[in-house]
């Protein structure tokens, strides 16, 4: 049995959140080994627990109180209807939930689906999607295998699919009616962890991750005269490092810029003037 006041931190057992999950932990500080088919693992710092389950299990896991945070899609805590507190947006796991049909299909919009049967993983997300849509009759079935390829046996006339890059959609002969919702990986807890303090030190690591992810470290050296427009250009976080070098007409800054903008940044500080420009990954930043 595992302790009842240690923190427990669920995360996927297989699928595409599964690494990228294990990955943030490890980053944010805890140690911890996977063995195997093992169920859990110790975390050797903390005595934290975490848990290895199925993504779709998850949200109910954290709402019941059986591990207090949890890593899982947004849109499983939407289909299970989890009463949870989303702590973080993760960045990873990015993703839509779609309609889909056959190409040649007569359908070309949600309203052509009335009185058709839909398949669909997400069954009660693909129904209030068709709620909303004032759509009547459609007959939507929970299937858990392979969605795409009960189109091609004529099963279903539909699906409501979690769609990444849409090259299994293009493999099957379908195409996107329309989409239902996007969706990412986020962190869920609950709103009385075991362990609070261990909790919201977690989830302070976490956002040092997540700065980390969004933003990179500039370095260059800017002509002085040249320094009031190279500060537009990189204004940084709260403002920019400057140290003076031994040549006094040359300034040597330091800054963050988010990652989005690194190109277009370094672009613009070259066209000034600015020289010797680096840039640098981080790994963790509280911002």
Same mark, same amino acid.
């Given at each position: ?10 995360? =996927?057992?297989?699928?595409? $959140? ?26 050797? +710092? ?18 019941? %109180?059986?591990?207090?945070? %949890? ?7 939407? +289909?299970?209807?989890?009463?949870? $507190? ?19 299909? =007569? ?7 009335? %009185? ?28 858990? %295998? ?30 996107? $009616?329309?989409?239902?919702? @996007?969706?990412? !990986? ?9 362990? =609070? ?25 800017? =002509? ?18 400057? !140290? ?25 500080? @070259? !066209? ?16």
């Amino acid at each position: 049995m595992i302790p009842d006041e240690t923190l427990r931190i669920a995360v =996927p057992s297989k699928g595409r $959140l599964r690494e990228p999950s294990l990955e943030l932990l490890e980053r944010a500080g805890l140690r911890f080994r996977v063995s195997g088919r093992r169920l859990f693992s110790v975390c050797s +710092e903390t005595g934290s627990r975490i848990i290895f389950t199925n993504a779709a299990d998850i949200p109910v896991l954290v709402a019941e %109180g059986v591990v207090d945070l %949890g890593i899982t899609g947004s849109d499983q805590v939407l +289909e299970k209807d989890a009463q949870v $507190l989303e702590h973080r947006k993760l960045g990873f796991g990015r993703c839509r939930l779609s309609v889909a049909v056959h190409k040649d299909a =007569p359908y070309h919009r949600a309203a052509d689906l009335a %009185g058709r049967v839909v398949g669909a993983k997400f069954v009660r997300l693909a129904r209030r999607y068709f709620e909303a849509q004032g759509v009547a009759n459609v007959h939507v079935i929970e299937i858990q %295998g392979a969605v795409e390829v009960m189109v091609l046996l004529g099963m279903v006339d539909a699906i409501v699919e979690i769609v990444e890059t849409g090259n299994s959609l293009l493999e099957n002969d379908l195409v996107e $009616l329309d989409r239902v919702l @996007e969706a990412e !990986a986020v962190l869920i807890g609950r709103t009385r962890p075991r362990d =609070p303090s261990l909790s919201d030190q977690l989830l302070r690591r976490i956002d040092g991750v997540l700065a980390a992810a969004r933003y990179t470290l500039i370095e260059y050296n800017c =002509p002085a005269a040249r320094i009031a427009e190279a500060s537009r250009i990189t204004p940084g976080f709260s403002s920019p490092t400057i !140290a003076h070098l031994q040549d006094p007409d040359w300034l040597a800054v330091r800054v963050l810029v988010e990652k989005v903008e690194t190109q277009r940044v370094i672009d613009a500080l @070259e !066209a000034i003037g600015c020289v010797a420009i680096l840039e640098t990954e981080l790994r963790h930043a509280r911002l």
